[in-house]
Each structure stands twice: as C-alpha cells, then as structure tokens.
C-alpha cells in the first residue's frame, strides 16, 4: 500500500471517527438536557404542590381552633355576641378553606383534593352543628348534653379528615419529589 492511499484511508477514518462522536456526544447532552428539564419540571410541581397544601391547611387548622373555641364558648353559656363572633370567623374560614381545595383541585393529586373536600364538609358539619346548638340554647337549655354529645362526635370526624388531608398530602409530596 502506497503511503498517499494509507494517508487518505487515516483521514478518512479520522473524519467517520469524529463524527461519530459528536453525534453521540449531542444525543447524549440532548438526553442530559431532557433529564434536566424533567428533574426541574418535577421540582417545581412540588414546590407548587406544598404551597397550596399548606395554604389550605393552616386556614383548616385556625378553623379547628375556633371550632374549638366556639364549642368552650357554648358550654360555659358565654354571651351571644362571643358566639357569635366566633361562629362568623368560623365562616369566614371555611370560604378561605373552600378557596383553598378549588386549588388543591388544579394541583392535584385527585386523592388530596378529594381530602381536602372531606375536610371541608366535615368543618360544614361542626359549624352547621354549632350554629344549632347557639339557636337551641335559648329555647331548650336542658338538651345541651344532647349537642354536647353530637360535638364531640362531629370534631371527632373532623379531625380524622384533617390527619387523612395531611398524610394524603405528605404521601403526594413524597411521590413527586
């Protein structure tokens, strides 16, 4: 073999060598790239994620609180106007609650946002039942243990929703991450 042809044969080696690297060193940064925008795509849904999970669990829990307070309030006879005030923050928090899962709806997963909708219907029931129990108190003092009993009971279920919202929700956070 002459060296001119031994020459043209190393180039041309040289050259399918070359090429072929850069094209399997593009596909590979292309594929990086991807695993990239994939790894940032994941991160930032869950960084949404637990924005509006809790943005939806402090309000659940301030409205426990008040649940709470109301509740005090009704079993040591406090004035009307305690109650009431309390039973109007109450129901200002349950709006900001119901807000709250229009979202959880949007981020999902279904699972959280159907917890989330438990919660708040539960939180309906307590304050649906504290609200009889104030209307009662004028006209039938002696039932209270009767609402006293169905409180408990209610706040009882509501907790139950608010610790499934919670676990729903690490678990979904979890998943994501």
Same mark, same amino acid.
């Given at each position: 073999m002459d060296q001119g042809l031994a020459a043209l044969l190393g180039a041309f080696v040289g050259v399918v060598g070359t090429t072929a690297s850069a094209v399997v060193a593009g596909r590979?940064? %292309? &594929? +990086?790239a991807r695993d990239q925008a994939h790894i940032?795509?994941?991160?930032? %849904?869950? @960084?949404? %994620? +637990? @924005? =509006?999970? !809790? =943005?939806?669990l402090v309000p659940i829990t301030e409205a426990r609180e008040v649940a709470r307070q109301a509740s005090r309030a009704l079993? &040591?006879? +406090? =004035? @009307? =106007?305690d109650v009431a005030s309390l039973l109007g923050q109450l129901d200002k928090l349950i709006r900001t609650i119901q807000a709250s899962c229009a979202r959880l709806h949007l981020e999902g997963p279904h699972e959280v946002a159907a917890s989330g909708e438990a919660v708040l219907t539960a939180l309906r029931v307590v304050d649906n039942n504290l609200v009889t129990w104030k209307q009662s108190r004028a006209s039938s003092p002696e039932s209270q243990a009767e609402y006293i009993e169905r409180h408990t009971?209610? !706040?009882a279920d509501l907790a139950d929703?608010?610790?499934g919202f919670a676990n729903k929700a690490s678990t979904a956070l979890d998943a994501t991450g």
């Open positions: 590979y940064l %292309r &594929q +990086q940032d795509h994941a991160r930032w %849904r869950r @960084e949404i %994620r +637990q @924005e =509006a999970y !809790a =943005a939806t079993v &040591q006879a +406090q =004035a @009307e =106007a009971v209610k !706040a929703s608010i610790n």
